[in-house]
């Protein structure tokens, strides 16, 4: 399982740090397996690629809205991934997912939907300037 925490309700310009943990099988045994990726979607919008990390953290791609504001980081140890969003903006406003795929880090193959096979249940991010 896949559990986000960390939404709510910022200002334009604030910062936000979600979080995902992941439990249960398969993660217990095998979670560096898997390239871990956060999406989004507002209302009306279909879901979309946020960015994503590598099994060691070490590397990472992002949308190009979001570049240069929000970073991706994992730990290992603890099974989790951490989503940090500086600068945030009014259409940054979205649910936030966590996401998980067996696929290798190919920063063009592994920004779709259908990419990923484990998902959280998403958390709410609200931005009003």
């Known amino acids: 399982q896949l559990a986000e925490s960390g939404g709510g309700s910022v200002q334009a310009g604030d910062s936000l740090r979600l979080s995902c943990t992941a439990s249960?099988?398969?993660?217990?045994?095998?979670?560096?397996?898997?390239?871990m990726g956060w999406f989004r979607q507002s209302p009306g919008k279909e879901r979309e690629f946020v960015g994503a990390?590598?099994?060691?953290?070490?590397?990472?791609t992002y949308t190009d809205s979001v570049k240069g504001r929000f970073t991706i980081s994992r730990d290992n140890a603890r099974r989790t991934v951490t989503l940090q969003m500086d600068s945030l903006k009014v259409e940054d406003t979205a649910v936030y997912y966590c996401?998980?795929?067996?696929?290798?880090?190919?920063?063009?193959?592994?920004?779709?939907?259908?990419?990923?096979?484990?998902w959280g249940q998403g958390t709410q991010v609200t931005v009003s300037s």
């Open positions: 249960g099988h398969p993660f217990t045994t095998s979670f560096t397996t898997y390239v």
């Open positions: 996401a998980a795929t067996t696929l290798g880090f190919i920063p063009n193959d592994i920004r779709s939907q259908g990419d990923y096979s484990y």
């Open positions: 990390v590598n099994w060691s953290g070490h590397s990472t």
